[in-house]
């Protein structure tokens, strides 16, 4: 991933299948602030199984190369053949805050958080 950011350009579109874990894992911590502090996370996706043959879940995720200190991303996963995204635009404070790049947010969930 980073050998791909560094080779676009400005505001040039990266786009991986990646394991899940990515979204919680201490293991991913460092790929998590490259793709989402350094550069601009702009959507995950909850895939699932992308690949039968692949045991764990993955994600889509698409960043863009640019340093923005404030941006919303947008979520979503794939059921039934189809992706649907969630209403919701995430902020990428939330990343910084929990740790974590949400996958499964809604407003709801999103205003416990914040009381």
């Known amino acids: 991933m980073e050998f791909g950011l560094v080779t ?29 502090e350094d550069n601009v996370l702009s959507i995950v996706i909850d895939t699932t199984k992308a690949f039968e043959n692949v045991l764990l879940e ?38 910084n805050a929990y740790d974590i790049i949400p996958i499964y947010v809604n407003s709801k969930s999103l205003n416990i958080l914040k009381n």
Do not use: C
């Not at 990266?14 to 894992?25: C, E």
């Open 58 to 95: 993955q994600v889509i995720i698409v960043t863009i190369k640019d340093k923005q200190a404030s941006y919303k991303m947008t979520v979503g996963d794939y059921w039934n053949e189809s992706i649907k995204v969630h209403n919701e635009q995430i902020d990428n404070k939330f990343i």
């Open 8 to 36: 676009l350009k400005r505001k040039g579109i990266l786009s991986y299948i990646i394991p899940k874990s990515i979204a919680f894992s201490e293991g991913w911590k460092n790929t998590r602030n490259l793709i989402a």
